[in-house]
């Protein structure tokens, strides 16, 4: 086996059409996003652009290697095969085409390799680099030198590679699966866990507990921001894990002239409104500490226990964010008077504490299936790498 610059068998490297335009009875057409970091083309979410401007000679046929020209400097360079498509299709000027001498280079064995060399980040090493974007040049993958054997020992190579690829697909989507459903075992144990509690004693948060939220003193006037003195809390630090600390500070004055209350540690936040997942999430504060206007804080009270309180809000996370959803408007948002008519149960402290150490249990018991199936996926997820550089390193 031999290493030759693959410019000996390229036929044609051709990028595909820049097109802002759309057109539902349109060409479909691949970009970037299409082509997948395990070699497939997900045909999910392509568009369509309007079919005079595509020529016969910028349609893809079966056998097309497609090299992925531009990206972010991580993305450059993942390659897909293409193994033909049930109508017409394109592709973007983000993608090249290649096509090459099929008796000298087998297409799929050339797709595997440069997927090789993808993972081996040597796209990433010779990029040309924009703020946020990169590019290989098409000369600087033409002078890359593939190892070459005889046509048949190249398909025979292409394969056993994707058998054993597809095989670890299979395994990598199971251990994906079996992680994703660890993330969801959680709150299904929390709520099996409070439904017990359904002929328990309820209080309305309002009727019971002192609660409040805080505000943002004017980011102009310097003297409320130093000295940063008092942590202040922002919804996004809301987010179901112990609050130990803040990435802003206030200062003295800020809490004297800004409507501001120094909240004391076991102080229950619920985050009010917020981006993504935030709206909804709660956390104990470990710490004194001020919050924004969109934090609703619940005071230490003789009635719930903190991490009881808490746990009974993480357990009504999606319940909390269906209900906002339910108000209508522009935005969902939770506001103080409905978490203030929020029922909790109030069973006596010694069966909150009692409570409060069956949820500890389960949640480390959870943690700890977690992680061994994080620790499977990334194990998996680095089997490629290794099936790949052990068939094309030996070979060079």
């Known amino acids: ?13 051709q990028a595909g059409i820049a097109c802002g335009q759309r057109d539902d009875k349109g060409t479909a057409q691949l970009r970037l996003n299409n082509l997948l970091t395990n070699g497939a083309v997900d045909f999910v979410g392509h568009i369509r652009i309007p079919s005079d401007l595509v020529t016969e000679e910028m349609l893809l046929q079966s056998g097309d290697v497609l090299f992925n020209n531009t990206n972010s400097v991580e993305l450059v360079g993942k390659t897909a095969y293409f193994a033909g498509h049930h109508e017409k ?3 973007s000027n983000h993608i090249t085409r290649l096509r090459v001498r099929s008796d000298e280079l087998d297409s799929e064995y050339l797709a595997l390799w440069l997927q090789h060399q993808w993972r ?8 040309d680099r924009w ?3 990169a590019a290989v040049q098409r000369s600087k993958l033409e002078a890359l030198e593939i190892p070459i054997s005889s046509i ?21 989507q199971a251990a994906e699966a079996q992680y994703r459903d660890t993330q969801n075992l959680s709150s299904r144990v929390l709520k099996d866990i409070f439904s017990d509690l359904d002929m328990a004693p309820k209080a309305k948060i309002g009727d019971i507990a002192a609660t409040t939220s805080g505000s943002t003193p004017a980011r102009g006037y310097k003297n409320y921001w130093l000295p940063a003195e008092i942590p202040w809390v922002k919804t996004a630090e809301v987010a179901f894990a112990p609050i130990t600390e803040t990435e802003e500070a206030i200062s003295r004055t800020a809490l004297e002239e800004c409507s501001l209350t120094l909240l004391p540690p076991k102080t229950v936040l619920i985050a009010m409104y917020g981006q993504g997942k935030t709206r909804g999430q709660s956390a104990i504060l470990e710490i004194p500490a001020t ?3 969109a934090c609703f804080a619940i005071l230490p009270n003789d009635t719930w226990e903190p991490e009881f309180l808490y746990f009974w809000l ?4 999606q319940d909390l964010r269906d209900v906002s959803e339910d108000r209508g408007g522009n935005q969902a948002n939770l506001n103080g008077a409905l978490l203030k008519a929020l029922e909790i149960p109030a069973p006596k402290k010694t069966e909150q504490l009692i409570i409060v150490e069956r949820v500890k249990a389960a949640l480390t018991e959870i943690e700890a299936i977690s992680n061994s199936c994080k620790a499977t996926l990334e194990y998996i997820n680095l089997l490629p790498t290794k099936i790949l550089s052990s068939a094309f390193d030996a070979a060079a």
């Open 1 to 13: 086996m031999k290493n030759q610059p693959l410019s000996k068998f390229i036929i044609s490297a």
């Open 89 to 91: 299709i394109t592709f």
């Open 120 to 127: 081996a980040k040597v796209f990433e090493g010779m990029c």
């Open 131 to 133: 703020i946020g974007q």
């Open 152 to 172: 048949t020992e190249q398909r025979a190579i292409a394969a056993r590679l994707k058998t054993q690829l597809a095989e670890v697909e299979i395994a990598r």
């Open 291 to 293: 919050t924004n206007q």
């Open 314 to 317: 993480k357990s009504s996370y």
